[in-house]
């Protein structure tokens, strides 16, 4: 069954500073994504912290949240009938070397951390991100 779903991605510091910032939001529309917010901004160490707190204690945690902080990132949240699975397959393989031809990490990521793009893996992380980058009128339609 079809479902009209909202998610939340980030154009990751690595890609905005390679100049992917276009590119990848012309995936995102090419490929059926509708643009309901976006912004560019920077976050602290402590944020990037809050925002992968379901990461914390793992070996790449402080590596991870050092650098989401290194840089201005983008912020979207976007609309699609099932825009979750669409986008996580849009994305590609959170290792680049295993991402398949035409996925954003495969044209984009350097490695296994600097990979170009996050996009919220299950419907409660969805509302997480979204609530955690976008306030309510934000969203609103
Ligand atoms: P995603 O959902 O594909 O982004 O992957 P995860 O939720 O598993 O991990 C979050 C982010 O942590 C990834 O996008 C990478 O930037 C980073 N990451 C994941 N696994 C590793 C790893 O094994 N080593 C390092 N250095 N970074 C990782």
Redesign the pocket.
């Known amino acids: 069954m079809k479902t009209l779903q909202w998610t939340l991605t980030i154009i990751k510091p690595d890609a905005v500073r390679k100049h992917g910032i276009g590119d990848i939001i012309e995936q995102f529309e090419k490929n059926g994504f509708r643009i309901l917010c976006m912004k560019m901004l920077e976050i602290s160490k402590h944020q990037a912290e809050q925002f ?1 707190a379901v ?1 914390a204690g793992k070996a ?1 945690f402080n ?2 949240t050092d650098f989401m902080s290194s840089g201005p990132i983008v912020v979207l949240a976007l609309e699609k009938e099932n825009a979750i699975a669409d986008l996580r397959k849009l ?1 590609g393989a ?1 290792n680049p070397a295993n991402a398949e031809e035409g996925t954003i990490r495969k044209k984009w990521a350097t490695s ?2 600097l ?1 170009a793009i ?2 919220s ?1 299950a419907e409660d992380s969805a509302r997480f991100e979204l609530s955690y980058f976008f306030a309510g009128y934000e969203l609103a339609q």
Do not use: A, K, R
């Open positions: 992968y990461h790449f590596s991870l994305m959170t296994i951390e990979n996050h996009g893996d």
